[in-house]
């Protein structure tokens, strides 16, 4: 399973700014809880955002939906 995370913070932190670095993210399950405002990305994850890489067992992001429906990290 692999997906390019769009709901991640842009640089500098503002909610508003575009995206210079997406967060290309593969594991083996993704669980998309949208009640809770959250994916959790399971099995063996790899996340790689410009020269940044993670490996984790899982990992957890939050979200909540901005005016125009955009979706960003909380």
């Keep these: 399973l692999w ?3 769009s709901l991640a913070s842009p640089d ?5 700014a575009p ?4 967060i290309e993210v593969k594991a083996d399950r993704l669980q998309v809880q949208a009640k809770l405002g959250q994916a959790v990305w399971t099995g063996h994850v790899h996340a790689v955002r410009g020269e940044t890489q993670l ?5 957890v992001a ?7 429906g ?4 909380a």
């Design 3 to 5: 997906a390019a995370v």
């Design 12 to 16: 500098g932190g503002a909610p508003s």
């Design 19 to 22: 995206l210079r670095h997406p």
């Design 55 to 59: 490996q984790c067992d899982r990992m």
């Design 62 to 68: 939050h979200y909540r939906r901005h005016h125009g």
């Design 70 to 73: 955009e979706a960003g990290l």
